[in-house]
């Protein structure tokens, strides 16, 4: 049966492994993959947007048009770009887009318009109607002006261009900024492309445009269908448009519709941002249980009282700093190898730290408590050494930056949900190395019966020397998952003290789901408490309450039942 | 904590040579060092400075927070690593009598509020300021606040039977949500900044040399006071209750005894005894803020008893001034080397020192005799 046992735990380890390092794997090539498409697609930006050249009578008409913008008012300004939008020429285009960023000159003498463009460094200008180079190296010019209401109008004709893009977003930001300026003309142009239209995201981004439109209707029918087709939108512009509605609706059933939908809308806001607090919460929560993981070994099921667990995190916080500075072109890779390697640095401090002094004084926990004190003080000064006091910054990894949208008003940063996941799995194969392998087997009969288990020929010392290793490199990883969300620095430990033995406290002393479940949920309880009170206040009530808690159920959430309650 | 170890502690206690050099000692530092200050001009090598004064009467102060932490801890077991909570309360309480004494002289200017409040916009007084513009009932609130939240905490505790290690953390827990409490401005204790700017105590002007001889006068007395009061308790009958408490408390319950009673009068003395430190801390380094709630300030005085050797409350004593004399010639010679130096001495002390000091002096005496 052992035999057995033996055998499982040696194929899980393995499978284990293996697994993990698929993970390792794939995130490594994500990571490369990332950075080689970044570089193509910043390469894209650099060539000059000039259109193909006009034919001739036409290159006369544009001619016409452009000849007076130098000079025109702002108000004549917009009469011309409207004409160069209807008449479609080739360079218009071009000429609104450098319009729009300050980029039109018209030279005093020949009274040309020119396109002024950076090329190998240098500024150079090119003919806004033939889109020839002007080589001439004299030149008077002077720059054609806009205002805020022109600059306006610029980005909707643009986006009027863009709308026949092949690239679909394009599509989608032209559509976004024909919203902000969408008339009769606009809405035709919307419903020609919404018949032709290929793209789902794209269709419904005009559907919700015209729809917006039709808000400002004579008909009052109209008015009521577009409110039906803007019921369940989320986006701010859509309640702000029905809200309007609302102050000038006079027809019954509109207002009905309108109040029905914005009623609606709130319903699922409330929703989406109740989701965010949940969100929100297990982050932090998981950031408790990271935490609080290694803890719960060293404590939990060893009842050593490690107070310099906190540095053992900031150990693998600031290997992840030091690993980043080994590779600095590969910042994914990096934090990728910072796990295994922040795992053994705090790993062998850990063992370190059993070896010399902890195992003096087995069954004397608050002399342990005092000595570890000790040791944290020692290692955070060590720290400030040899790094100095101050904060070290740790780069965030392209595939861990930015958001995941789900829709307006939801979204999530890709750290936070990397960081949730990362929880499961050290949790996951935390308890798979307790249960289900041989050392685990060994941790677990030490600390409930330390004699029986050294009668039965389990070497106790190694054993204790292995677990509180375990358990400090475990803290060594959440440093690197931590380094991801906090300043990398010497008190970065000190924060996370306390929190976490309360979570191992709260939880119930060597119980790993009671980590889990205890840092899940002091995490999301905080982060609903934080909106109504503060995060101090929020802070001192999730303390008052743990307080409080322990004293009435002193072996927290899940209380060790049998022959493991009466060991360690 | 065994048998054996308590019939050591006792041996002390019963040799009385060395309490009464104790005694003899604290009161010769409390009559010659005011003595040297006031009979010998500043040229003079025996010129004590009020900058010395100062800095004892600030050890006498510690000393005495060391003392309450030696109760409890070597005399019942009980490790506390939130005491400085009860420290900084009788700080704060006394602190606000200083506040209201500075009246119209702050620089706003208001007969009633206190600068920081002026500097708030508050409009009038929060009714837990009331009555501390007087000396008695300043007095009273430094040893009743902490001992109410002493008994408040103990009680909890106690009753649920929250022992060892789980009182150590719950403790922490308490003045680390003190801490966070006391940052906050709404609190109206001065929030970041603390309460500070003090002009005089009892009409008696802070900065004058004679009030910082009084003070430090007074912090000696205190803690003369503190260690016989301390001791009288132990050596009386309810000191051996604590004592067979610390070394086997199921047995002591089982006896009859109301364990949880003991402790919690205990720890309530205790606390209102660091109470008293506290409010005599603050005239003499002229601020508090919430920085004394940090955990650990409350750790490393449970070091300074450590090192001067648990269970003897002189000994409390001797470590407390040890340990904060180092601090001062490190931070002042070599800053960076103090941490490492306190966490190696955190290392050393529990490693080999297990009775701190006093036990090395006592293996030296026994090896001789």
């Known amino acids: 049966m052992r035999q057995l046992l033996e055998e499982v735990s040696a194929k899980v380890c393995r499978l284990l492994m293996l697994l993990s390092m698929l993970f390792v794997g794939v995130v490594a090539c994500q990571s490369l993959h990332a950075s080689t498409q970044d570089y193509e697609s910043s390469s894209d930006a650099e060539e000059v947007a000039i259109e193909a050249l006009a034919p001739a009578d036409e290159n006369e008409s544009f001619n016409n048009a452009l000849s007076e913008l130098a000079t025109a008012s702002f108000s004549k300004k917009q009469t011309i770009t409207s004409e160069l939008v209807a008449k479609r020429y080739p360079g218009s285009r071009s000429v609104l887009v450098a319009l729009l960023e300050n980029q039109l000159y018209a030279d005093k003498l020949s009274g040309k318009v020119l396109i002024l463009a950076e090329k190998d460094g240098e500024k150079v200008y090119y003919d806004a109607i033939s889109g020839e180079l002007i080589s001439d190296s004299v030149l008077d010019t002077k720059r054609i002006t806009t205002n805020n209401s022109l600059r306006k109008k610029l980005r909707g004709d643009i986006a009027i261009f863009d709308l026949n893009s092949d690239d679909r977003n394009v599509r989608l930001a032209a559509v976004q900024q024909l919203r902000e300026v969408v008339d009769q003309n606009v809405a035709v142009m919307l419903r020609e492309q919404r018949s032709i239209e290929q793209d789902d995201d794209v269709a419904e981004e005009i559907r919700v445009t015209l729809a917006i439109f039709d808000l400002g209707s004579e008909d009052p029918a109209v008015r009521l269908a577009a409110v039906d087709e803007l019921d369940g939108e989320l986006g701010n512009d859509v309640f702000n448009q029905i809200s309007a509605l609302l102050q000038s609706e006079e027809n019954r059933e509109v207002i009905k519709a309108a109040e029905a939908a914005i009623k609606r809308i709130e319903g699922k806001r409330d929703f989406y941002s109740l989701l965010e607090t949940a969100f929100f919460g297990l982050s932090f929560g998981s950031v408790l249980v990271l935490a609080a993981i290694g803890l719960a070994i060293t404590f939990g099921v060893m009842g050593v009282i490690n107070m310099a667990h906190g540095e053992l995190i900031m150990l693998g916080a600031y290997t992840t700093f030091v690993m980043q500075q080994l590779l600095p072109n590969h910042i994914g890779l990096s934090i990728v190898l910072s796990i295994p390697a922040a795992f053994l640095v705090s790993g062998l401090v850990g063992i370190a730290i059993e070896r010399g002094i902890v195992r003096f004084l087995y069954g004397r926990p608050l002399e342990t408590l005092l000595a570890t004190f000790g040791v944290s003080l020692i290692l955070q000064q060590l720290v400030r050494t040899i790094f100095s006091p101050l904060n070290r910054s740790v780069q965030t990894p392209e595939m861990m930056s930015g958001l995941l949208r789900f829709n307006e008003v939801f979204a999530v940063t890709y750290n936070r949900l990397y960081i949730l996941i990362f929880t499961f799995i050290v949790f996951a194969g935390l308890w798979l190395i307790l249960n289900k392998t041989s050392l685990g087997l060994k941790v677990r009969a030490v600390s409930q019966n330390r004699q029986m288990a050294r009668a039965m020929g389990v070497r106790t010392a190694r054993v204790d020397a292995l677990t509180f290793g375990l358990g400090s490199g475990v803290a060594g990883i959440a440093g690197v998952a931590l380094s991801q969300l906090t300043n990398v620095g010497p008190n970065l430990g000190q924060a996370y003290i306390i929190d976490s033995f309360m979570v191992v406290v709260f939880g119930g002393v060597g119980n790993l789901w009671g980590t889990l479940v205890g840092g899940m949920t002091l995490g999301v309880a905080t982060k609903f408490l934080e909106p109504h009170v503060g995060a101090v206040v929020a802070k001192i009530i999730m303390l008052v309450f743990i307080i409080l808690f322990i004293q009435r159920r002193k072996q927290g959430l899940f209380p060790q039942k049998g022959r493991a309650a009466s060991g360690a | ?369």
């Open chain 2, 1 to 369: 904590m065994t048998l054996q170890d308590h019939s050591a502690i006792s041996r002390v206690m019963r040799s009385d040579r060395g309490i009464k050099w104790f005694v003899g000692l604290l009161l010769a530092a409390a009559v010659l060092l005011p003595l040297g200050h006031l009979l010998f001009p500043p040229e003079s090598s025996l010129h004590v400075s009020t900058y010395t004064l100062g800095l004892v009467g600030k050890y006498m102060t510690y000393a005495l927070l060391a003392v309450s932490i030696d109760l409890i801890w070597g005399y019942c077991g009980i490790l506390s690593l939130g005491h400085t909570a009860f420290f900084a309360l009788g700080g704060y309480a006394m602190g606000m009598y200083l506040m209201r004494q500075i009246g119209t002289r702050g620089v706003y200017g208001d007969p009633l509020l206190p600068d920081f409040m002026v500097f708030l916009n508050w409009d009038s007084l929060p009714w837990y300021w009331h009555g501390f513009d007087m000396f008695w009932f300043a007095a009273v609130m430094v040893v009743l606040a902490p001992g109410l939240l002493a008994l408040v905490f103990g009680w909890f505790a106690f009753q649920s039977r929250v022992v060892g290690v789980y009182f150590s953390i719950i403790t922490q827990a308490l003045t680390f949500a003190l801490l966070l409490a006391f940052f906050r401005n709404e609190m109206g204790f001065g929030g970041n900044n603390g309460l500070t700017d003090f002009k005089e105590l009892l009409g008696f002007d802070l900065q004058a040399s004679s009030t910082r001889v009084g003070l430090y006068v007074t912090s000696a007395l205190a803690l003369l006071a503190g260690v016989l009061v301390c001791r009288w308790i132990v050596a009386s009958r309810f000191g051996r209750i604590i004592a067979a408490i610390r070394d086997s408390e199921s047995r002591t319950r089982f006896i009859g005894y109301r364990v949880e009673h003991y402790k919690l009068w205990l720890f309530c003395f205790s606390a209102m005894l660091a109470g008293i430190a506290g409010a005599l801390y603050v005239p003499q380094v002229g601020i508090i803020n919430p920085g004394e709630f940090a955990p650990i300030n409350s750790i490393e005085a449970v070091v300074w008893v450590a090192v001067g050797g648990r269970g003897t409350l002189y000994g409390a004593v001797v470590g407390a001034i040890l340990v904060n004399y180092a601090k001062s010639y490190f931070t002042m010679a070599w800053p960076e080397a103090w941490l490492y130096a306190l966490g190696v001495l955190f290392v050393l002390v529990t490693l080999f020192l297990p009775k701190g000091v006093l036990g090395l002096v006592q293996r030296f005496k026994r090896a001789e005799s």
